[in-house]
């Protein structure tokens, strides 16, 4: 295979530090790519008015793939009186980078997978019959659609005149809402098509009938949300049915879900849920298996991929030196990158090399240690970022 090159997007906070880690991991399981950098994150919010510079978006659409760090996102007044003097008043409105990029390349298809590490102190345990402790191996994938939803970007406040005039025309609105004075009034959209809905559940059967699992659960609320979560129901139901008959589809309620997530999450291994309850359930399932230090992700579309750990930039860590985070999440969310470009070999190297180093236990962050995020567990014994990145490298070179 053609040598890759992958942009490299490290963004803001703790972004900029899991990011050269995961490299190095990635250079010492012999993956050869050259890594072009991309701008990206709030420093260019600040400087340019543009957190997803023009000049990253032609590096994505010449490579196709990236690898993303983490960016950091303010309420719409921090982010407007952080602009630089002369950018403000000048109509530059702040939206999240990684939204913005999901939308404009279609990554419609974003999967969070949530597996269980042998050996990692932070597992998932419960108590069984007869007072038993029971740790129960977590292996789920959940797909949220990733460019729609509560997360597209249609919203108001004190919304102009044919918005609220068509809010109007509803009778619940009129019932209910009518007495707001409209300057008090936000308005935020859910909406839902029937071709990106299809695709990620889509996604989610094909994934399912991969991997020999017999469910596919669509975490929505139908019974309330009645048109946007009953299509995606509806249309699962459909596919079920016509396409993929020996898989049951499973329908469960965003907050039941919640709560059964830690009775017997064993039995959920595939989950397709809209933009925000997926984004609520994977971070349920994250905490299950080690928290945000191991959630990957993938925001695939039909040319365009990234992968990112969801935990976020993180600032109050950033300065901590050395740094103290745990850059699995990231090392993961590269794998996930090999495993889409046909380099699975590689990927497996390096997973099987990063659940040698936590069933091991002998190099653990401070997450991992139970302790807090202060830069005195190193003098607890808590592994810094970079020694993790090298127990991994360690593993993948014996």
Not at 88 to 106: E, H, L, N, T, W
Not at 253 to 273: F, G, R
Not at 332 to 349: K, T
Request: hydrophobic share 40%.
């Amino acid at each position: 295979m053609s040598k890759r090159t992958i942009v490299a997007m490290p963004g803001d906070g703790i972004g900029k530090v899991v990011l050269d880690e995961a490299i190095r991991v990635l250079d010492a399981a012999g993956f050869d790519a050259d890594y072009v950098h991309g701008d990206i994150g709030w420093e260019f919010w600040c400087t340019e008015g543009n957190p997803l510079p023009d000049r990253t978006l032609k590096l994505l659409e010449e490579h196709k793939i990236g690898l993303f760090g983490a960016i950091t996102s303010k309420p719409k007044d921090k982010a407007a009186s952080e602009l630089a003097p002369e950018l403000r008043d000048k109509g530059y409105v702040y939206y999240s980078p990684i939204v913005s990029m999901r939308q404009r390349y279609d990554l419609d298809i974003c999967m969070r997978p949530c597996k269980t590490f042998k050996g990692n102190p932070l597992n998932f345990i419960r108590r069984g019959f007869g007072g038993t402790i029971e740790e129960p191996q977590v292996d789920t994938m959940i797909f949220r659609q990733n460019t729609e939803g509560l997360y597209g970007g249609v919203e108001w406040t004190n919304p102009p005149d044919q918005v609220y005039d068509a809010l109007m025309t509803h009778p619940k609105f009129k019932q209910n809402f009518e007495w707001c004075p409209r300057p008090e009034l936000a308005v935020s959209t859910r909406i839902f098509t029937k071709k990106y809905t299809t695709r990620i559940v889509r996604a989610a059967f094909e994934y399912a009938k991969s991997k020999g699992f017999d469910a596919v659960t669509v975490c929505e609320k139908p019974n309330v949300i009645r048109e946007t979560s009953g299509m995606m129901l509806k249309i699962a139901q459909e596919l079920a049915k016509t396409e993929y008959p020996d898989i049951y589809v499973n329908n469960t309620n965003i907050d039941a879900q919640m709560m059964w997530l830690t009775k017997n999450p064993e039995t959920y291994n595939v989950i397709v849920a809209g933009n925000m309850f997926g984004d609520i359930v994977s971070d349920g399932f994250a905490g299950l298996i080690g928290g945000l230090g191991f959630a990957c992700s993938a925001n695939i579309g039909p040319e365009i991929a990234v992968f990112e750990p969801t935990h976020g930039s993180a600032p109050k860590y950033e300065k901590l030196n050395p740094s103290i985070v745990n850059p699995i999440a990231m090392i993961l969310s590269a794998c996930m990158m090999l495993d889409h470009i046909g380099e699975s070999q590689i990927s497996n190297r390096i997973q099987q090399a990063v659940a040698d180093v936590v069933e091991e236990g002998k190099v653990m962050t401070y997450d991992m240690m139970k302790l807090p995020g202060k830069q005195d567990v190193i003098d607890k014994g808590a592994a810094t970022t970079q020694q993790m990145a090298d127990a991994v490298i360690k593993k993948i070179v014996k």
